[in-house]
C-alpha cells in the first residue's frame, strides 16, 4: 500500500521538474495531421491465410501498444490473428507531439469507441472465416474489454451485436486501490501534465494529462454501476480467465475478487500470479511478457492462456 502511494504521489512531486511543450496541430507535419485523421489509425492486424480464431488485443493507459508484442506473437504463433487496438493518445504511427496532443482529448467515450472499432472489425473477420472471436486486455485494455460486453449487450440494432466467446483479463483495472484515487484532488487542473515513472520501454507518453487520469476513473465508476444490473452480469459472465498478482500497486485483487464474487460470474476464474526472480524489479501490475513477469511466470501464464483459448 506505501510503495503505491509513493507510486502515485511520485507523478505529482516531480511533475514541475520538466514539463512539455505546448503543441497544436498547426505544429504538426502535414503527415501527422493526416495521421490523426486517419480512421484506421488504432488498428494493426497480423492476419494468417486460415486462422484458428481472431483475437483483439488491447493495452493499458499509456502503455507503449508495442510493449504487448509478446502477447501479440504468443496469440500469433498458436494460428491467431490478432488486431491490435492502440487506444486515443497511445497509437505508434504518431510522433511524440502528435500522440500527445491527441492524449490529452481522450476521454473515456473515446476509448469506448476505440475498442468497439476495433472489436467490431475483429468479428467481421471472424463471422466472413467462420472462426471464434476473443478479446484480449491489459489494465485498462481490460476494463474496456469487460466494459465492451456491457455496451454490446445493450446495442437496440441486434445485427449490431457480436458473439464474444472467451476473455482474457490482465490485471483489469475494474476496480483501483485507493492509492490510485490519489490524483483526483486534481481534477480542477485537468490541463496539467504529470511525468511518467514507467520505464520507458513500457510508456507510450512521457507525460500523461491529468484528464486521462479522471477518464479512467470516469471509467471504473461508470462500469461497476452498470455491472450492478442483473442483465448486465448476464452479459459479463462469458467464459474469462483473470491474471492478478496479489501485491498490484494500482488495481485491487481483492476488489477484482470480490467484483467477480458479488457479481455471481460463475464463468470467470481468477488466478494469481507471481514472478519469477528475472523480473522481480518490475512493477506488479505489469504481467504482459517474459519481461515483466519473468521467464518461468510467463511459461506458465502463456500456456494456461492458450489452453483456455484453444479449449473453446
Same mark, same amino acid.
Given at each position: 500500500?506505501?510503495?503505491?502511494?509513493?507510486?502515485?504521489?511520485?507523478?505529482?512531486?516531480?511533475?514541475?521538474?520538466s514539463?512539455?511543450?505546448?503543441?497544436?496541430?498547426?505544429?504538426?507535419?502535414?503527415?501527422?495531421?493526416?495521421?490523426?485523421?486517419?480512421?484506421?489509425?488504432?488498428?494493426?492486424?497480423?492476419?494468417?491465410?486460415?486462422?484458428?480464431?481472431?483475437?483483439?488485443?488491447?493495452h493499458?493507459?499509456n502503455?507503449?501498444?508495442?510493449?504487448?508484442?509478446?502477447?501479440?506473437?504468443?496469440?500469433?504463433?498458436?494460428?491467431? !490473428? /490478432?488486431?491490435?487496438?492502440? %487506444?486515443?493518445?497511445? #497509437?505508434?504511427? =504518431?510522433?511524440?507531439?502528435?500522440? *500527445? $496532443?491527441?492524449?490529452?482529448?481522450?476521454?473515456?467515450?473515446?476509448?469506448?469507441?476505440?475498442?468497439?472499432?476495433g472489436?467490431?472489425?475483429?468479428?467481421?473477420?471472424?463471422?466472413s472465416?467462420?472462426?471464434?472471436?476473443?478479446?484480449?486486455?491489459?489494465?485498462?485494455?481490460?476494463?474496456?474489454?469487460?466494459?465492451?460486453?456491457?455496451?454490446?449487450?445493450?446495442?437496440?440494432?441486434?445485427?449490431?451485436?457480436? !458473439? /464474444?466467446?472467451?476473455?482474457? %483479463?490482465?490485471?483489469? #483495472?475494474?476496480? =483501483?486501490?485507493?492509492?490510485?484515487? *490519489? $490524483?483526483?484532488?486534481?481534477?480542477?487542473?485537468?490541463?496539467?501534465?504529470?511525468?511518467?515513472?514507467?520505464?520507458?520501454?513500457?510508456?507510450?507518453?512521457d507525460y500523461?494529462?491529468?484528464?486521462?487520469?479522471?477518464?479512467l476513473?470516469?471509467?471504473?465508476?461508470?462500469?461497476?454501476?452498470?455491472a450492478?444490473q442483473?442483465?448486465?452480469?448476464?452479459?459479463?459472465?462469458?467464459?474469462?480467465?483473470?491474471?492478478?498478482?496479489?501485491?498490484?500497486?494500482?488495481?485491487?485483487?481483492?476488489?477484482?475478487?470480490?467484483?467477480?464474487?458479488?457479481?455471481? $460470474?460463475?464463468?470467470?476464474?481468477?488466478?494469481?500470479?507471481?514472478?519469477?526472480?528475472?523480473?522481480?524489479?518490475?512493477?506488479?501490475?505489469?504481467?504482459?511478457?517474459?519481461?515483466?513477469?519473468?521467464?518461468?511466470?510467463?511459461?506458465?501464464?502463456?500456456?494456461?492462456i492458450?489452453?483456455?483459448?484453444?479449449?473453446?
Amino acid at each position: 500500500m506505501r510503495a503505491a502511494a509513493a507510486l502515485v504521489l511520485a507523478f505529482v512531486t516531480t511533475a514541475c521538474a520538466s514539463y512539455p511543450a505546448d503543441v497544436t496541430r498547426d505544429d504538426l507535419s502535414d503527415q501527422q495531421r493526416q495521421a490523426l485523421d486517419d480512421a484506421a489509425l488504432g488498428l494493426d492486424w497480423q492476419q494468417h491465410p486460415d486462422p484458428d480464431a481472431i483475437v483483439a488485443l488491447v493495452h493499458g493507459l499509456n502503455l507503449d501498444p508495442a510493449a504487448m508484442q509478446d502477447m501479440q506473437k504468443l496469440l500469433f504463433d498458436a494460428g491467431m !490473428d /490478432v488486431l491490435s487496438v492502440s %487506444l486515443t493518445g497511445h #497509437a505508434n504511427a =504518431l510522433n511524440d507531439d502528435a500522440r *500527445l $496532443l491527441q492524449f490529452q482529448d481522450a476521454t473515456f467515450a473515446g476509448w469506448q469507441a476505440d475498442i468497439s472499432q476495433g472489436v467490431q472489425a475483429a468479428a467481421q473477420r471472424a463471422e466472413s472465416l467462420q472462426r471464434p472471436l476473443y478479446v484480449v486486455g491489459f489494465s485498462l485494455g481490460g476494463l474496456l474489454s469487460a466494459d465492451y460486453l456491457v455496451q454490446n449487450s445493450l446495442q437496440t440494432d441486434r445485427a449490431e451485436v457480436v !458473439d /464474444v466467446e472467451r476473455l482474457v %483479463l490482465l490485471a483489469p #483495472a475494474i476496480s =483501483l486501490k485507493w492509492s490510485s484515487y *490519489l $490524483l483526483y484532488p486534481l481534477q480542477i487542473f485537468p490541463d496539467i501534465y504529470l511525468p511518467s515513472v514507467a520505464p520507458r520501454i513500457y510508456r507510450a507518453n512521457d507525460y500523461a494529462p491529468v484528464s486521462a487520469y479522471l477518464a479512467l476513473y470516469e471509467g471504473v465508476n461508470n462500469f461497476n454501476e452498470l455491472a450492478e444490473q442483473t442483465a448486465n452480469r448476464q452479459a459479463l459472465n462469458i467464459p474469462a480467465l483473470v491474471f492478478m498478482h496479489p501485491r498490484d500497486e494500482l488495481v485491487s485483487s481483492g476488489g477484482v475478487r470480490d467484483f467477480i464474487a458479488e457479481r455471481q $460470474l460463475s464463468e470467470w476464474q481468477y488466478i494469481e500470479v507471481e514472478k519469477s526472480e528475472d523480473a522481480a524489479d518490475v512493477l506488479n501490475h505489469l504481467i504482459i511478457g517474459p519481461h515483466s513477469l519473468g521467464g518461468d511466470a510467463w511459461q506458465s501464464v502463456s500456456g494456461q492462456i492458450l489452453d483456455f483459448l484453444r479449449d473453446s
